[in-house]
């Protein structure tokens, strides 16, 4: 058997240069090549007399050259043109700038050509696109379906089906399969050699419809596959640390200035029982914006500090921290517990802060990504929560959690995600969902309004002013300057207390000092600032119930789950909340993620339309959304092979929780090799 490992030099027809061309492609080994999937095919099944084909046809011929000419009808063009025969009929291949040719097919080569079909002159011209010797009877690029793959510059269609041709040509069929025979036979998916053969040169459309089924399940397998191996590796290390004391939950419980929702209390029921179990937690706690997860996650943090160890809060914004550090003051400290704040710019107090946090006076330490940083030393952290984590890497939450001995980790989320996508995403965590906004939760109206009768939008900011409410106004980050959008956002700001001189406005943007900042988010929490203008700034996360109007301006440029979260800013109070998008939306997309917003509140509606619009890519926006980077599987296609594939992933494990047994070593080997990083993760070795 050929090791599928080789560097693909040791193909015939691969030296150095192209092997570093190929490179460019990501393709290194023997196997990267067979890996690289066509993304697409041509029908090309059908050789027909060329007279047969009508203007614009993709026409595929064959014919016998007779004669050749080059014209040069202006600098830098050059055609070349080979007159061909076959029976009795002639017709024209056309090349431009490829003088070469004449020297490749002289007089009595017999050629297959695949083209666009040109019947403006008397005889008919094919403007080439693919062309070959037609030696023995089977065309490659010609004569049957033809793989279209994703090509690079330097790389051709031609060079490519070259060489994937001649290496399973060599491999004559010798590939080793890994996936196990039990899987293959209960999805009717071919196996290795036939599924790559099919998936290259297919002799029929079926035929790499199967094929594909079949690499998409192999994918999504072996991604859950690291999935589920390092969420088991992670539940079976038993706990280094029990709690124990319940009586401050308790307490926390009878001071609460509300009661706890139906699904409040289900998800709290689910963490506790983690939390006291014999396992280290590792939960993503999902919940639409305002759904409460803070109160949650204070009471997990109260069972941790009960028992004499010290918890951790990352949040992903200084804003964002801060504010849940109010808010877990403020439950905690009537208790006697210490909490303490770290954001990237408190350097004053930073050494008490270090101090307090090794020797474990303080318990509770509430931050930014600052938390991850080596000077920051704790004495028994047993809890971490990270809030709004598709924010943070997968390696962030890890640092995090390498500062304790196997620590309970709560990951919390306001991006409703949908199923298919959670389970990509997360399959390493317990998923608890909060599916119920407390009580007295108002509906939201929302309505969107054109630019130019924007002067609605100030209407409202005045009633809700007038009747003591607050108003958000949001204007959009647009250009590539910070700068310019900034200008933007003071310019509004002027505009705005301008027209209403009796509302007293505040500006928040990027720009400025995390301590004015801060002093602002003060004052309008306190109600001296009536209406606030900002960037984006206060997507995430904010709690200010008394704000119960939000405008966002120019709403056409933002996305789905942005204006989600902008607008789950208000409605948080017992008062009508209203939100007015202003903006003139051009594209059809545009139009159709604002009525979305009108026709409904639901974020996991929301979510499953902004998936429908955007693709899965997109999302999260690729860089930190954590997603893998499939080569054929499409999560929001083949959504149900991910189902299939994470059962199957936990079949194999059950039997065989490390990959160990020697039927399934070669299986384990390619898992290694295609996630590599997964594996180094995850300490799986
Ligand atoms: P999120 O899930 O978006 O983080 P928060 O935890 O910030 O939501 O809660 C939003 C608001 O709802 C806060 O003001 C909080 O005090 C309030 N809240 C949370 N749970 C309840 C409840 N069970 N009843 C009433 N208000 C609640
Ligand atoms: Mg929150």
Redesign the pocket.
């Known amino acids: 058997m050929i090791d599928l490992y080789k560097p693909v030099q040791f193909i015939k027809g691969v030296g150095p240069q192209r092997a570093k061309q190929l490179e460019r492609l990501g393709i290194q080994t023997i196997l990267d090549i067979l890996y690289h999937f066509p993304r697409d095919y041509q029908d090309r099944t059908h050789i027909l007399p060329a007279h047969s084909f009508g203007q614009g046809d993709l026409a595929t011929v064959k014919g016998t050259v007779i004669a050749s000419q080059e014209t040069k009808p202006r600098r830098g063009l050059s055609i070349t043109k080979l007159t061909l025969q076959e029976g009795a009929a002639t017709f024209y291949a056309v090349w431009f700038n490829q003088p070469y040719i004449r020297k490749q097919y002289p007089p009595g080569k017999k050629l297959l050509l695949t083209g666009k079909m040109d019947r403006n002159f008397s005889v008919p011209q094919v403007q080439v696109t693919d062309h070959e010797l037609l030696e023995g009877d089977e065309g490659l690029h010609s004569g049957r379906i033809v793989p279209i793959y994703p090509l690079s510059e330097s790389i051709s269609q031609k060079f490519l089906r070259g060489i994937i041709k001649a290496t399973l040509d060599a491999l004559g069929g010798q590939m080793r399969e890994f996936l196990p025979d039990d899987l293959l036979d209960r999805h009717h998916l071919p196996c290795l050699p036939e599924a790559l053969q099919e998936i290259h040169f297919p002799q029929e459309e079926k035929a790499y419809q199967r094929a594909r089924k079949r690499f998409v399940l192999e994918e999504l397998f072996l991604f859950q596959l690291g999935l589920t191996l390092q969420k088991s590796r992670y539940i079976r290390q038993s706990k280094v640390h029990q709690y124990d004391n319940q009586l401050l939950e308790g307490q926390l419980l009878q001071r609460l200035p509300?009661?706890?929702?139906k699904a409040?209390q289900r998800v709290w029921q689910e963490i506790k029982s983690d939390l006291l179990g014999p396992y280290p937690m590792n939960r993503l706690l999902q919940?639409?914006?305002?759904?409460?997860?803070?109160?949650v996650a204070a009471l997990a943090i109260a069972i941790a500090v009960g028992s004499g160890q010290q918890s951790a809060l990352m949040a992903p914004t200084e804003i964002l921290a801060e504010q849940h550090a109010d808010?877990i003051r403020a439950l905690l400290e009537p208790l006697g517990i210490q909490v303490a704040l770290l954001t990237g710019r408190n350097r004053r107090g930073r050494k008490k802060f270090l101090e307090g946090v090794a020797s474990g006076e303080i318990q509770v330490v509430i931050g930014t990504h600052a938390l991850i940083q080596d000077e920051v030393q704790f004495k028994n952290l047993a809890l971490v929560v990270v809030d709004e984590q598709h924010r943070f890497g997968v390696r962030q939450r890890a640092a995090l959690q390498d500062k304790g001995l196997r620590p309970d980790v709560l990951v919390?989320t306001?991006t409703p995600i949908p199923r298919t996508l959670a389970l990509t995403l997360y399959g390493d965590l317990d998923v608890s969902v909060?599916d119920e906004l407390?009580?007295?939760r108002q509906t939201i109206k929302t309505h969107h309004i054109g630019l130019n009768q924007a002067g609605k939008a100030v209407g409202l900011i005045k009633q809700q002013v007038a009747l003591g409410r607050q108003a958000y106004v949001v204007c959009p980050l647009v250009e590539e300057s910070e700068k310019v959008d900034t200008q933007a956002a003071i310019d509004l700001y002027e505009r705005l207390q301008q027209a209403l001189p009796e509302c007293n406005f505040g500006l928040l943007h990027g720009r400025m000092k995390p301590a004015e900042k801060e002093s602002i988010m003060q004052d309008f929490r306190q109600n001296n600032i009536n209406a606030l203008v900002s960037t984006t700034v206060i997507e995430v996360?904010v709690?200010v119930?008394n704000a119960t109007a939000m405008v966002v301006w120019d709403a056409q440029r933002f996305g789905l789950a942005q204006l989600h979260q902008l607008r789950?800013r208000i409605g948080?109070g017992s008062h009508q909340s209203y939100c007015i998008l202003v903006g003139n939306p051009t594209t059809k997309e545009a139009k159709e993620r604002l009525a979305a917003m009108c026709r409904t509140q639901d974020g996991f509606v929301l979510a499953e339309e902004d998936l429908k619009l955007r693709g899965p890519g997109e999302f999260f926006g690729t860089r930190q959304s954590g997603l893998p980077d499939f080569k054929i599987a499409d999560l929001l296609r083949d959504s149900r092979e991910i189902e299939k594939a994470k059962k199957e992933a936990e079949k194999i494990l059950q039997s065989d929780p490390d990959l160990k047994k020697l039927e399934n070593q070669y299986l384990f080997k390619q898992f290694a090799q295609r996630f590599p990083n997964f594996v180094k993760y995850s300490d799986i070795s």
């Open positions: 509300f009661s706890l929702t409040q919940g639409d914006v305002g759904a409460g997860k803070t109160v808010s919390m306001a909060i407390p009580p007295g996360g709690d119930p789950g948080r």
